[in-house]
């Protein structure tokens, strides 16, 4: 009953985090708004996160996040903010599980969390990126029939973008918006490969880039990318279908991992943070560390099918 109690309350703390990173990061478009509409004799005013942000961009990690929030569909979230939001977040979910657990549980608890928001993001952008896969197919016939009826490559994907559905209607949307502010067609074909990385979407890409540079019979290979890409999204959904049990298991493995030590701590309470300071507890936990990150990366790499 304790156990129950005690998982329940740290399941609770780990929605109110979730749920906390979600609240300030949303607001973080608002704040650059406000921040940069602001003037002060005559000058803007930027805000902290703002020039976090600009900062955050010449550097490569800075860049990824920003193109997994962008892929996640939270292009308008500030990657500053968003980071601050899930230090505080992890923090407070260590503080609140240190007096009931220990400094090493504290610690994992930490870890969890920044491992659960990066989880998350992910799993939005995983999904993201199989529904705009699905729209493959359509997008490419709809642009084979504004090349065949002499429009240029930037027309036919604002025709596109108005008579498709999310997330292709805003992502081909930004593809074209920034070819109007003067990208090229490659430059803003890339930047949506990085937003949203898929074998399928690069075929496209590549198409439409060979095409704009060599020419050539455009609505000929788009017709035929249309119809790979329908019979590569059915392959995708029976393999997706099939390993779905052996990805649950490489989760099951994580959690048995997290939960192993708060069992330890419950039966006896400080036991890790005396096996940290003792050479024996140390390698015992290294070794079962190393043990369940081994059995963690086999079941994904079993489960894991190239299409």
Do not use: C, H
Not at 19 to 42: F, H, K, P, Q, Y
Not at 88 to 100: E, I, Q, R, S, T
Not at 276 to 283: A, S, W
């Amino acid at each position: 009953m304790i156990l129950l109690l005690v998982a329940a309350g740290l399941l609770v703390t780990l929605m109110m985090a979730a749920a906390t990173v979600a609240t300030w990061a949303s607001n973080a478009e608002v704040e650059r708004r406000i921040v940069e509409s602001a003037e002060l004799d005559g000058k803007r005013r930027v805000g902290v996160f703002v020039r976090l942000d600009e900062r955050l961009q010449r550097v490569r990690w800075g860049r990824r996040l920003q193109s997994l929030l962008a892929g996640s569909g939270l292009a308008a979230w500030s990657p500053s903010m968003f980071l601050a939001a899930t230090t505080a977040a992890a923090l407070a979910v260590g503080l609140v599980v240190l007096p009931l657990f220990g400094r090493a549980t504290a610690a994992l608890a930490v870890l969890l969390v920044v491992v659960a928001v990066r989880s998350w993001l992910e799993r939005r952008r995983k999904q993201r990126v199989d529904r705009f896969v699905a729209q493959l197919p359509e997008l490419a016939r709809l642009l084979a029939n504004g090349a065949s009826a002499g429009l240029a490559v930037r027309r036919s994907l604002e025709m596109a973008a108005d008579e498709m559905p999310e997330p292709a209607r805003s992502e081909v949307a930004q593809v074209s918006a920034e070819m109007a502010l003067g990208r090229s067609l490659q430059q803003a074909l890339d930047s949506l490969s990085d937003r949203l990385p898929s074998r399928e979407l690069s075929v496209l890409v590549q198409t439409l880039s060979i095409q704009g540079r060599a020419g050539g019979a455009l609505v000929t290979a788009l017709s035929g990318i249309g119809s790979t890409l329908e019979e590569r999204r059915r392959l995708r959904r029976e393999v997706a279908t099939s390993t779905i049990g052996a990805q649950f298991s490489g989760y099951t493995v994580i959690f048995l991992a997290f939960g192993a030590v708060a069992l330890m701590n419950v039966f006896s309470p400080g036991v890790v943070d005396e096996m940290i300071t003792n050479l024996v507890g140390q390698l015992v936990l290294l070794v079962a560390t190393g043990l369940f990150v081994f059995g963690y990366v086999l079941v994904r790499r079993l489960a894991k099918v190239e299409v």
